[in-house]
Each structure stands twice: as structure tokens, then as C-alpha cells.
């Protein structure tokens, strides 16, 4: 069976080995001195000086209501020395001081802690922007007009798919419409709306009727990533979208993005979507008009 790679015959091989070898590679010549070289550590410090944070996830818990199979963090019972009050808002002072301009509050579930409102309050009052991701299971009204009244922007709540498969991948039967009845709720608050999905084998096919659902709970946007094998997700291989799982998902995403513009619901891409493919100016365009 021919191979593709074409050997060299025997006299090839001997003339090869029979020419001269150099006795040492040639060197390049030293390039000039520059005029003038700052000190690397110099360098360093004037880009720190330059380059702060703006933006920050604050996982403040890792308890957790729901028992998602996807969980990167294997959220359910709190650490055993996690931070207490003090040490959060002396932790808010500090990122106020390097000039972080927006703190997204994760869990676990950030509501899971008493003192989750005083928090918010420290942030809103340095300026920075708070928002909240969350599985949205504890979100009545009442959390949501605290949320409100402490100061939080916007909250992403998650939807997996539809409620069968929702259910299944939160494991916690009713947390779908527990999560749309949150959605509601924050909205009446007058806390703007926004819904992230885990896309994996069992949530891709039902994205499109997701999408609607989205429309017709005025979420703001749309968060969507993979579903990867971190945490619980490592635990879960055959939910897991495959390589070439992906040849069917990116055209998929292109179509929705097209039908995301026409609802007004902006879709942000997770990084785990990757970057610079063939759907990168689609799926990472402007926002749509209106």
C-alpha cells in the first residue's frame, strides 16, 4: 500500500551522509546596543499602573438549593471557612480601591447568605454595577424586591432547556418553573432580566423553542457556553457535546442569532464557544436595532 512518502534509494542515502557537516552552526551578530532600555521591572510596574481590574466574579458561597450535574464548582453545602461579613466588605473596599467597575455575584446561590443584601449595598455604594447569576429556585418576591432595593443592576437567571430536561439537569424537580417564576418576579421588582443555558446534548435540540420562551419573558439577553467537564460536569460524560456535535451547533447558533435580533434579545457567547470561527462576526455582532 502505497504510503505517500517516497524513501530515499541506497545511493541517495550515501551521498547524503557523505557531505560535509559544519563544525559549529554559524552565529548571528550581536544586534547594536539600544539607545536607551528601561528596566523589565519598570516596564512591569508602569503597565500595573495602566492595566487594573474592571470586572469581577465573586463566587460568595457554595451552598447551593439546587443539585445541578453540571455544577464546575460541586456546589451544595457551604465551605467550612468561607468568608464571613467583615471580610466581604473589607474584600468590596479593596476592589473598589483597584477600580473594579462590576461584580457578578455566583454561588452556589448568593441569596443562600444572610448577609447577601449587605454586601450588594457595599458594592452599590463604591458605584460598582452588581449583578447576579443564579439558578433562581429561592427567588420569590419578596428576594427579588430586596435585590432591588440593595442595589443590584440585573440578574441572570438559568434555563437549561425546556422543563423536562431543565429538571433533569438541575436535579430538582420543579426548579424550571421555579427559575421562570423568579424571572417574573425580579422583573415586577424592577430588576432587569437575563437567562444563560448550558448547551449540551440534551439541551441543544430544544434551544430554538428555548429562544421564544426567552422572547416572551423580556430577558434582556442571552448567555449561552458549553456544558464542559469540570466539577460534576466531569462526571457526566455522556451529556457532553462532542467535536463534532459542533458542526451541527455553530450553524444552529448562526439561525438563532438572526432570530435573537428579531425578538430584541442579545446573545453573548461564552468563551468555551471559542473565538474567530466561521459564525465570529455573527454571533458576536452589535446589538440589534432598537
Known amino acids: 500500500m502505497a ?17 560535509p557537516r559544519p563544525r559549529s552552526l554559524p552565529v548571528a551578530p550581536a544586534a547594536p546596543p539600544s539607545p536607551r532600555r528601561l528596566p523589565l521591572a519598570g516596564e512591569v510596574r508602569a503597565i500595573d499602573r495602566e492595566c487594573r481590574p474592571i470586572y469581577a466574579v465573586w463566587e460568595i458561597t ?21 468568608l464571613g461579613t467583615e ?25 443562600l447568605r444572610d448577609d447577601w443584601t449587605e454586601i450588594v449595598r457595599a458594592l452599590a455604594r463604591h458605584g460598582i454595577s452588581v449583578t447576579m447569576t443564579t439558578g433562581g429556585r429561592g427567588i420569590d418576591e419578596q428576594r427579588a424586591r430586596a435585590a432591588k432595593e440593595a442595589g443590584i443592576d440585573s440578574v441572570s437567571v438559568s434555563l437549561d432547556g425546556l422543563e423536562r430536561t431543565h429538571d ?65 460536569g466531569a462526571d457526566e460524560p455522556d451529556v457532553l457535546l462532542q467535536p463534532y456535535d459542533l458542526l451541527e451547533l455553530f450553524p444552529l447558533l448562526g439561525r438563532l442569532k438572526e432570530r435573537a435580533d428579531a425578538l430584541g434579545v442579545r446573545i453573548w457567547p461564552g468563551n468555551n464557544i471559542g473565538f474567530f470561527g466561521p459564525y465570529e462576526r455573527v454571533l458576536r455582532g452589535t446589538m440589534p436595532p432598537g
Open 62 to 82: 457554595l451552598r447551593c438549593d439546587l443539585a445541578c450535574r453540571h455544577c464546575g464548582s460541586r456546589a451544595g453545602h457551604a465551605r467550612s471557612e468561607e
Open 87 to 111: 471580610e466581604c466588605l473589607d474584600l468590596v473596599d479593596q476592589m473598589a480601591a483597584l477600580g473594579v467597575r462590576e461584580v457578578t455575584l455566583i454561588g452556589g446561590e448568593a441569596y
Open 3 to 19: 504510503s505517500g512518502f517516497d524513501p530515499l534509494s541506497p545511493e541517495e542515502r550515501t551521498a547524503l551522509l557523505a557531505k
Open 168 to 232: 433533569r439537569l438541575r436535579g430538582v424537580a420543579g426548579s424550571f418553573r421555579a427559575a421562570v417564576a423568579a424571572l417574573g418576579h425580579l422583573r415586577s421588582a424592577g430588576v432587569a432580566v437575563s437567562v444563560n443555558t448550558q448547551i449540551n446534548r440534551l439541551s441543544m435540540p430544544e434551544l430554538p423553542a428555548l429562544l421564544e420562551l426567552i422572547g416572551e419573558l423580556r430577558a434582556h439577553s442571552w448567555q449561552i457556553q458549553l456544558t464542559v467537564p469540570m466539577g460534576r
